[in-house]
């Protein structure tokens, strides 16, 4: 089974630009979370997706914003982009939403903001 | 508030025992979990615990106390491959996968 899939890898942007960032769970796997992660902050939860409906959302400004298709497919946003949204952008996929379920992450996209 | 305590970095000799310790104080607990971040790779799931006890899984254990809010990731038979960051992660709540993370352990295992 192939694992989460994330595009880029990679990104460089200016200061103000905006981005997209897209997420591909796993088959079967409905529930896609998108975490920041930063050193000094560590992981940080953005928002959690499942059936195309956004479920849960972390304290971020809405500057981040998402969405889900009905593949499952997820894409994150972020506009207006700031020195500070320099970090590795992580998504997971669980089977489901609202059981033990292990989150299995994504080798992630890594942003720099210039 | 809510925080969860990790400390930042750790040693240990190849072939020890290494006891990696998380406390956490949270809105609400729906299970804990920790997770292996080696460098520049994604996190992999390691354990998860939601009732008080030991969970064993091969060489490594996880113990949790909700009483004390405070669980442990017990690594046996350390082997250089176990260099990593340990992430200890609550959920808060149910029907939710919005883990709050600590910000990890650093473990170096040397010869």
């Known amino acids: 089974k192939a694992g989460v899939t994330q595009t880029p890898r990679y990104l460089i942007k200016t200061r103000g630009q905006q981005v997209t960032l897209s997420c591909s769970p796993i088959s079967g796997h409905r529930s896609v979370s998108w975490y920041q992660q930063t050193p000094g902050q560590g992981l940080q939860f953005l928002f959690e997706?499942?059936?195309?409906?956004?479920?849960n959302k972390g304290n971020f400004p809405g500057r981040f914003s998402g969405r889900q298709f009905s593949n499952s497919r997820s894409e994150m946003n972020v506009s207006t982009l700031e020195l500070g949204d320099s970090a590795l952008y992580l998504c997971?996929?669980?089977?489901?939403?609202?059981?033990?379920?292990?989150?299995?992450f994504g080798p992630g996209t890594r942003l720099t903001v210039t | 508030g809510q925080n969860i305590d990790q400390p930042t970095e750790m040693t240990a000799t190849e072939g020890a025992i290494v006891q990696i310790n998380c406390t956490y104080q949270?809105?609400?607990?729906?299970?804990l979990f920790w997770y292996q971040q080696h460098a520049g790779e994604a996190p992999t799931f390691l354990s998860y615990n939601v009732l008080d006890g030991l969970e064993e899984k091969g060489r490594f254990s996880s113990f949790l106390s909700r009483s004390k809010g405070y669980s442990y990731l017990l690594l046996k038979e350390l082997q250089m491959k176990d260099s990593a960051s340990y992430l200890c992660a609550v959920r808060r709540q149910t029907g939710a996968n919005n883990l709050f993370f600590g910000t990890g352990t650093r473990l170096t295992v040397i010869p």
């Open positions: 949270t809105s609400g607990f729906n299970g």
């Open positions: 997971a996929s669980s089977g489901n939403s609202g059981q033990h379920y292990e989150q299995y």
């Open positions: 997706y499942f059936s195309e409906t956004q479920r």
